[in-house]
């Protein structure tokens, strides 16, 4: 190789290890400021300033119409900075009364800090105007979003925090903190110098942190405006008890609500009230009475046990070996067939059947229909329910079973979803809240997937059923759940519970499961449970109409507009 070839080829490999050394340099600078440049901008800004965190970095949940369930109220709040207040006797004087906190306990937190820190929080909304207007030299009034109203909408579904350390203590908080906690939240900061001395020039400043900093959203199935009625209704209907409004095609859940209601922002006063308001009955088992009617039917009409018109008579009561059951009508329903037996939930004519079906297959299509088990909606409060253990039942265990007595409990979620299945041709769907997660960006980062359906009872049984469950609305015990505009169907129940009540008589729960409309394709199915409620028709089977009314005459006035 002669000399100018050597030279030559020296010269390219340094050309080449430059222009790699060029390229990487460039793609570094590149990476450093577009692809991470607000992530490092943002820490950077972190080092030099004192900053006050505006609400906890956590994610918001919305309905499936992406409404806010969560930080809807916006609240004042006062926020001091001790490095630029001069005079802080004076300001903790003036201060006092306007706070209703006590002149010494603000003089003593300016006096011990040097960080920025709310004061009367949350600040009333005149006080709030008069001390923006006068603008005191480190006093800053903020709006910020509360994360829990007072009177919140899904209070059990959603559940709350610990404000401490930020971590879900009950719902979909706990089941999903790992999705709702966040890295960053919204700040109010102030610039500072390597010796934490306030820069005084450069303003107090709010922050939002970058898109891979901020918040996701969790997205659920619940749909605000049936959520409000229902709790709405609730409040003025339902003291004690639980409502659940289920897609029957998808499992999307479209409101629940449970009463008494609490208050998230303020869960300690509720633990020692005496009334439960912090359990979640949605999700709790409970004597399911006469709407277990539905799955001796099933079982009955699918194993070809019964038939609709096959007869039975009720004197007002039946023995099973040397125990006398009563039926609800004493002097009884005398001759009446399957159809009628259902609808005038009769419990002679359904011992009768349960007897035909035998105890091991009840226990069979309890199961089929997701009772015994928990629904996997996600929520860290739900119960199984109860279903007797032994396959080998006595006659009056398979008497009481059929009828839904004894050894038996339902949730509200299961009611629902039971129901969901005769509606749904006999397939039983999971059911689920949520619909997505979205980060910061908007990117989907978990969605919620249907699952398979479980066949339960064929298409067939299913559409017998759901003549049955409209021959209770039209002639039977749930007339009051009737809805002449488009139709109702469903089932009461009076569970007895086998306790006794503070005026020593027997508690009864009242019960309707139902869907809606009839005219068309079904397309609600509603699980109304009221605690202590004595009669399912008298008492749940109303609640059930009055919310399908409302739901329609929103619709009519959403349609106005």
């Not at 901008?41 to 080092?47: D, P, V």
């Not at 059990?156 to 610990?162: D, R, V």
């Not at 009446?336 to 939930?345: H, N, R, T």
Request: with cysteine; glycine share 8%.
């Amino acid at each position: 190789m002669s000399i100018y070839e050597n030279l030559k080829s020296r010269t390219m490999a340094l050309f080449f290890l430059f222009f790699f050394l060029f390229a990487g340099l460039v793609f570094q600078l590149w990476r450093i400021q577009i692809s991470h440049g607000p992530k490092l901008a943002f820490q950077a800004l972190e080092q030099r300033t004192q900053r006050i965190d505006l609400t906890f970095p956590r994610a918001g949940i919305y309905d499936c119409h992406l409404k806010p369930l969560t930080e809807r109220e916006v609240i004042k709040s006062l926020v001091l900075f001790p490095q630029l207040i001069e005079d802080k006797r004076s300001l903790a004087h003036f201060l006092s009364p306007l706070v209703n906190l006590a002149e010494k306990d603000i003089l003593a937190k300016l006096n011990n800090s040097v960080y920025p820190f709310r004061l009367g929080y949350p600040l009333r909304s005149e006080i709030a105007l008069y001390l923006k207007k006068i603008n005191l030299p480190g006093v800053l009034v903020i709006e910020e979003r509360k994360r829990y109203e007072d009177r919140p909408l899904a209070a059990h579904l959603i559940g709350y925090i610990n404000t401490i350390d930020n971590k879900g203590v009950s719902g979909l908080e706990l089941s999903l903190d790992s999705f709702l906690k966040n890295k960053e939240g919204e700040t109010i900061s102030i610039s500072t110098d390597a010796h934490k001395n306030i820069m005084l020039g450069l303003g107090i400043k709010r922050q939002k942190p970058p898109p891979e900093l901020a918040a996701n959203k969790v997205v659920l199935t619940i749909d605000y405006s049936w959520q409000k009625i229902v709790e709405e209704v609730m409040d003025l209907e339902i003291k004690k008890g639980a409502i659940v409004v289920m897609d029957p095609y998808t499992g999307d859940i479209l409101a629940m609500a449970s009463r008494p209601n609490f208050n998230p922002n303020r869960v300690a006063t509720f633990f020692n009230q005496g009334n439960a308001a912090l359990l979640n009955r949605a999700v709790t088992g409970y004597p399911p009475g006469s709407i277990f009617k539905i799955i001796t039917a099933s079982a009955a009409l699918e194993e070809k046990r019964a038939q609709l018109n096959d007869k039975f008579y009720c004197p007002g009561y039946i023995m099973v070996k040397d125990v006398r059951i009563n039926c609800h009508e004493k002097k009884g329903h005398g001759v009446l067939d399957l159809l009628q037996g259902f609808a005038q939930s009769c419990n002679p004519a359904f011992v009768t059947v349960g007897d035909r079906v035998g105890g091991k297959k009840l226990l069979e299509y309890s199961r089929k229909f997701g009772l015994g088990q928990t629904t996997g909606i996600g929520l860290p409060e739900e119960r199984k329910g109860t279903l007797p253990l032994s396959q080998n039942l006595y006659p009056g265990d398979i008497a009481n079973l059929s009828i839904g007595q004894g050894f038996l409990e339902v949730t509200p979620l299961q009611a629902a979803v039971m129901l969901s299945t005769i509606v749904n041709d006999g397939k039983r769907v999971q059911p689920h809240l949520v619909k997505e997660i979205l980060d910061g960006r908007g990117r989907v980062i978990k969605r919620e997937g249907h699952k398979k359906e479980i066949s339960v009872v064929s298409p067939g049984t299913a559409a017998q059923l759901r003549i049955m469950l409209e021959e209770v609305t039209k002639t039977g015990t749930g007339r009051g759940a009737y809805v002449p505009e488009i139709g109702s169907a469903g089932k009461t129940g009076s569970a007895e519970a086998g306790q006794v009540n503070k005026k020593n008589e027997e508690t009864t729960h009242a019960w309707f499961v139902g869907y809606a409309p009839t005219k068309e394709k079904p397309r609600w199915v509603i699980s109304i449970f009221v605690e202590e409620g004595k009669s399912g028709g008298g008492v749940a089977a109303p609640v059930f109409k009055e919310i399908i009314e409302k739901r329609l005459k929103n619709q009519k006035a959403r349609k106005g507009n």
